[in-house]
T-cell receptor, first 115, second 107 residues
Framework: QVQLQESGPGLVKPSETLSLTCTVSGGSISTYYWSWIRQPPGKGLEWIGYTYNSGSTNYNPSLKSRVTISVDMSNNQFSLKLNSVTAADTAVYYCARGHYYMDVWGKGTTATVSS | DIQMTQSPSSLSASVGDRVTITCRASQSITSYLNWYQQKPGKAPKLLIYAASSLQSGVPSRFSGSGSGTDFTLTISSLQPEDFATYYC??????????FGQGTRLEI
């Protein structure tokens, strides 16, 4: 059974880069699309983007200038980098499998932007 | 962007009730519509994909219908564990994939 686990620093300073990793266990990362979604405190879900093993990516236009999603096949991981963060980027960040629908999710990791 | 609008935003119901949540897209998304359930402090869980296909392991009291711009999620007989927030999601035209604002189902 595939499981996903997000990891990364819980606190990021304004203007710096938020870096998160999602480790895929119980299955290969090579045969699916992989997505990142976030949820600000008390708010709804926002899609950030997705990637495929070929390195192809698709990003939310509202974040595209600041986002990079990449795959590390050798470690069965994919990652999210969001640069120039502000308080508005404070959220729970989820990784998930799929792009037409997301059928497996990580538990989420909270990232707080604060000095 | 395709806007997804759910109604109602919140709903009070009782165990055993039949409940319907509606999701409307700002343009046709054919059947590229998914439903998720989220409980406090937990990740969303996929319930329905492609408008009406029940995800494996999801109880049959959940069902989805619709196509084009109008969709519904129905819970035939509410159970205590069904009290949660429900989100619709369109994946017809990306970027961006968009979610509805959520419907909070309360006792």
């Amino acid at each position: 059974q595939v499981q996903l686990q997000e990891s990364g620093p819980g606190l990021v300073k304004p203007s710096e880069t938020l870096s998160l990793t999602c480790t895929v266990s119980g299955g290969s990362i090579s045969t699916y699309y992989w997505s990142w979604i976030r949820q600000p405190p008390g708010k709804g879900l926002e899609w950030i983007g997705y990637t495929y093993n070929s390195g192809s990516t698709n990003y939310n236009p509202s974040l595209k200038s600041r986002v990079t999603i990449s795959v590390d096949m050798s470690n069965n991981q994919f990652s999210l980098k969001l640069n120039s963060v502000t308080a508005a980027d404070t959220a729970v960040y989820y990784c998930a499998r799929g792009h037409y629908y997301m059928d497996v999710w990580g538990k989420g990791t909270t990232a707080t932007v604060s000095s | 962007d395709i806007q997804m609008t759910q109604s109602p935003s919140s709903l009070s119901a009782s165990v055993g009730d039949r409940v319907t949540i509606t999701c409307r897209a700002s343009q046709s998304i054919t059947s590229y519509l998914n439903w998720y359930q989220q409980k406090p402090g937990k990740a969303p869980k996929l319930l329905i994909y492609a408008a009406s296909s029940l995800q494996s392991g999801v109880p049959s009291r959940f069902s989805g219908s619709g196509s084009g711009t109008d969709f519904t999620l129905t819970i035939s007989s509410l159970q205590p564990e069904d009290f949660a927030t429900y989100y619709c999601q369109q994946t017809y035209r990306a970027p961006p994939i968009t979610f509805g604002q959520g419907t909070r189902l309360e006792i």
